[in-house]
């Protein structure tokens, strides 16, 4: 017989999964991050499987194919990271909004950030399709990769508007509390996704055949199909946010606001995808193989990152809309939870990364000069799994509380380590390690990014003004988890204090 906890458990996965409303500004907070982060998960699941179903059925054309796929990929980062700085700005809006019991003014803040994806998405579709073998040239593609793929990189930075609407309308439903909604987007894009992909790549039935450049029209009709029934739910009248004939036109105040916001997280998400960019260029120096390993390795990785993120994007709307309500404490108690949640979910995925990490990567390419290299690739960034999980949450807390120059700092941070790191690998002189090397600042700066993020994270939500600056630091290492934040934190502590006093903690 099940018990009442168990069933209490399973009710609420399915009320979840249904997308009933629930006010998540009161209430067990264990029950409201179960409601929000399961569709979420589920959502960012959909969303991963983008990034895998396309290298899974392009893997088998060939290396140049797979090499097309991941230097698109990289240059499509500048409207990945326009979406998820416009995605920051609006889920902040929405949720605050929504917690003050405002949705005329959540609605205003939606039309505002959906015009700016527009403009934005204009700008880059009409660069990608007239400069697409020159920006493949500057990735340090080959001649046979640009000639295989140039029209598959012109569909896809052409077709930008889709990813554009697709982050910011989900966005949108998140910071509203309609998790429900942007789940079943990503179902619907992602199943004409599959079913397109491999009809269209090996001309099957009726099918032309059109290689690579078939997976990228597979993806951009099942994202543009996504993006038609969201634009249809938000014209509906029975969700959290209605938009109406009215709140269409510009408002320069809601605009700024969202600028403001947006601008901030724009330049944060930017320092990250840089560094991966970077990653992928230097990459590309070592060779196809190198780089469709990597690719392989990268998408396997991002299918279990994405789902992650879910949680990360719960906990950003319960910091919202508490705050909204005018429940900080809530929000934090929210936050830590989250973190606690995405650190078994990554650790388990990373455990099965790196023991499975051989037989993975040959699901993916029959060469085995990538597949072993694919393999490598993922053993070592699994290692900072669980450092991810706390840095994601950290992070898109921040951005749900409107905070964005915080995590903006720690990556421009994290980012000068890793880019240091990065370039000096070109120069060294084993191949072999070359290849799979760069990776290693990776692992360090998840660490770096979680230990930092630790500190104001909790810093925000008891500052005293009679207690200093370093003895809160100090607190702030005893209060961790983590046996040896106050030793991470020492070289801070002291930055704050007047020599001698304060002594070095103890591990």
């Not at 607190?475 to 001698?500: E, H």
Request: some cysteine; overall charge positive.
């Amino acid at each position: 017989m099940t018990s009442p906890a168990v069933q209490s458990f399973w009710q609420t996965i399915r009320e979840a999964i249904r997308g009933t409303h629930h006010d998540y500004t009161s209430g067990p907070i264990g029950r409201a991050i179960i409601l929000l982060a399961v569709p979420m998960v589920l959502e960012m699941v959909m969303e991963s499987v983008f990034a895998v179903v396309d290298i899974f059925w392009v893997g088998h054309v060939g290396p140049d194919a797979v090499a097309t796929v991941g230097l698109t990929e990289s240059m499509l980062t500048i409207a990945y990271t326009a979406a998820m700085g416009l995605s920051i700005g609006v889920t902040a809006m929405v949720a605050r909004r929504i917690g003050e019991k405002n949705p005329e003014g959540a609605a205003e803040a939606a039309v505002q950030g959906i015009a700016l994806g527009v403009i934005l998405a204009a700008l880059i579709g009409v660069a990608g399709v007239l400069l697409a073998p020159t920006l493949l040239a500057l990735m340090g593609a080959s001649p046979a990769v640009i000639a295989t793929g140039q029209t598959y990189t012109r569909v896809m930075l052409g077709g930008n508007v889709v990813i554009l609407m697709l982050f910011l309308i989900n966005a949108i439903f998140r910071g509203a509390g309609d998790a429900a909604i942007a789940m079943r987007v990503l179902w619907l894009a992602n199943w004409i996704n599959i079913i397109l992909g491999p009809l269209l790549i090996f001309g099957i039935g009726p099918f032309p055949r059109l290689g690579v450049t078939g997976a990228a029209i597979a993806t951009t009709i099942g994202r543009g199909t996504g993006v038609l029934y969201q634009l249809y739910r938000l014209w509906r009248r029975d969700g959290r946010i209605v938009i109406h004939r009215e709140h269409i036109e510009l408002k320069p105040a809601v605009m700024k606001t969202l600028l403001r916001l947006s601008g901030t997280g724009t330049f944060q998400v930017f320092v990250g995808m840089a560094s991966w960019i970077g990653l992928t260029r230097i990459n590309a120096s070592f060779g196809t193989d190198a780089l469709a390993g990597y690719q392989i390795a990268i998408r396997i990785i991002i299918f279990a990152l994405l789902p992650s993120w879910g949680l990360a994007n719960a906990a950003a709307t319960m910091v919202g809309q508490s705050l909204g309500a005018g429940k900080p404490e809530r929000g934090e108690q929210a936050v830590w939870r989250a973190a606690l949640y995405n650190v078994f979910f990554l650790g388990a995925a990373g455990l099965v990364f790196v023991i499975f990490a051989n037989p993975i990567a040959h699901l993916f390419t029959k060469d085995p000069a990538v597949a072993q290299i694919a393999a490598e690739c993922l053993r070592i960034i699994s290692y900072g799994y669980l450092f991810y999980a706390y840095g994601m949450v950290l992070t898109n807390s921040f951005n749900g509380a409107g905070d964005t120059w915080t995590p903006t700092w720690l990556n421009l941070f994290c980012w000068c380590w890793r880019s240091c790191s990065d370039w000096r690998w070109p120069f060294r002189k084993a191949t072999r390690v070359r290849s799979t090397a760069p990776l290693l600042p990776i692992i360090k700066t998840a660490v770096i990014s979680k230990k930092l993020g630790t500190a104001p994270a909790r810093r925000r939500v008891v500052p005293p003004a009679s207690v200093s600056r370093s003895q809160r630091l100090l607190r702030v290492g005893q209060r961790c988890r983590c046996r040896w934040s106050p030793w991470m934190l020492a070289p801070i502590v002291r930055l704050y204090s007047p020599p001698g006093s304060v002594s070095s903690p103890s591990h």
